[in-house]
């Protein structure tokens, strides 16, 4: 355990399983305090056990914004302040746009762009007094789209631009934006894919290459918000090395 995050706190959302568990896990090892929200209260309670530090466990659905807005007021009521917010719970739910099932964009919207939205505005009061971090876990989908991820790449691009925009409202009040672009990951995202052409494609695409784990984003995370204050890393696209585009 380390102590360069010291007296803060994070609030990490997803951190049920693969990145934002890794993540909180990452921050806590770091010596932060941490909040983690999700809907699988028994995954979370479980990442509380083997988390080295003090971990809150929040019952939390980012596509309603009564929720994000008690986790981030339980928070906060808890440790006293917010400084680090990992914008991280998401789907993807590929597919071909033609004859797709709307609800799953339905889902994806409100879950990976609404859902960090609210998550933005119902922390910024905190994260302004505190001049925190706020880490938006986007995706190489965010910069290229490709077939059949249409409607998920229209969430990152657009997780990308409410960033820029926010940057530019709060840099000058200390408060720093950070825009995380992983490649593939090894964790369950595409497992949840409904079109079992897009599942298979999926685990193809998983045995065809030396992954990235989900503690190299965490590490990425964990370098961001561990720079001195007049730093701000905007950016951080990384890949596995095998991935072409
Ligand atoms: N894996 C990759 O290759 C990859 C690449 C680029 C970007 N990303 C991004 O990384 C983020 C994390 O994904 P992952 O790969 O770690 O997948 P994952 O293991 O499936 O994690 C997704 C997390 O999001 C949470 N979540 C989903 N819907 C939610 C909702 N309505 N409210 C609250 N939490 C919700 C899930 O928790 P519950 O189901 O318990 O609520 C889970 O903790 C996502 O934004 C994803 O787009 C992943």
Same mark, same amino acid.
């Given at each position: 355990m380390s102590d360069t995050l010291n007296g803060k706190v994070a609030l990490v959302t997803g951190a049920s399983s693969g990145i934002g568990e890794a993540?909180?896990? *990452?921050?806590?090892?770091?010596?932060?305090?941490?909040?983690?929200?999700?809907?699988?209260?028994? +995954?979370? =309670?479980?990442? *509380?056990? &083997?988390?080295?530090? !003090?971990?809150?466990?929040?019952?939390?659905?980012?596509?309603?914004? =009564?929720?994000?807005?008690?986790?981030?007021?339980?928070?906060? !009521? %808890?440790?006293?302040?917010l400084d680090v917010l990992v914008n991280n719970a998401g789907v993807m739910l590929s597919g071909p746009i033609v004859g797709a099932d709307t609800t799953e964009w339905t889902r994806m919207v409100e879950t990976n762009l609404?859902?960090?939205?609210?998550?933005?505005? #119902?922390?910024?009061?905190?994260l302004l007094e505190s001049k925190g971090t706020i880490l938006q876990i986007s995706s190489t989908s965010g910069r290229? #789209?490709?077939?059949?991820?249409?409607?998920?790449?229209?969430? &990152?691009?657009?997780?990308t631009a409410f960033s820029e925009s926010l940057r530019q409202e709060v840099t000058a009040h200390g408060v720093r934006v950070v825009v995380i672009e992983p490649g593939f990951v090894a964790t369950e995202l595409a497992t949840h894919i409904t079109?079992?052409?897009?599942?298979? #494609?999926?685990?193809?695409?998983?045995?065809?290459? %030396?992954?990235?784990?989900? !503690?190299?984003?965490?590490?990425?995370?964990?370098?961001?918000?561990? +720079?001195? =204050?007049?730093?701000?890393?905007n950016e951080i696209l990384i890949r596995p090395t095998d991935q072409t585009r």
């Amino acid at each position: 355990m380390s102590d360069t995050l010291n007296g803060k706190v994070a609030l990490v959302t997803g951190a049920s399983s693969g990145i934002g568990e890794a993540t909180a896990l *990452a921050l806590s090892a770091e010596g932060a305090r941490v909040a983690v929200g999700a809907r699988r209260a028994d +995954r979370l =309670e479980s990442l *509380a056990g &083997k988390a080295p530090g !003090e971990v809150l466990a929040l019952d939390l659905d980012v596509a309603d914004q =009564e929720s994000v807005r008690a986790a981030v007021a339980r928070t906060v !009521e %808890r440790f006293g302040a917010l400084d680090v917010l990992v914008n991280n719970a998401g789907v993807m739910l590929s597919g071909p746009i033609v004859g797709a099932d709307t609800t799953e964009w339905t889902r994806m919207v409100e879950t990976n762009l609404l859902g960090s939205m609210y998550t933005v505005h #119902a922390a910024l009061p905190y994260l302004l007094e505190s001049k925190g971090t706020i880490l938006q876990i986007s995706s190489t989908s965010g910069r290229i #789209a490709s077939a059949n991820s249409g409607v998920y790449a229209a969430t &990152k691009f657009g997780i990308t631009a409410f960033s820029e925009s926010l940057r530019q409202e709060v840099t000058a009040h200390g408060v720093r934006v950070v825009v995380i672009e992983p490649g593939f990951v090894a964790t369950e995202l595409a497992t949840h894919i409904t079109d079992p052409t897009m599942q298979a #494609a999926a685990q193809q695409l998983a045995t065809s290459m %030396r992954t990235l784990q989900p !503690e190299d984003i965490a590490n990425a995370v964990v370098y961001a918000v561990t +720079r001195p =204050e007049h730093v701000a890393v905007n950016e951080i696209l990384i890949r596995p090395t095998d991935q072409t585009r």
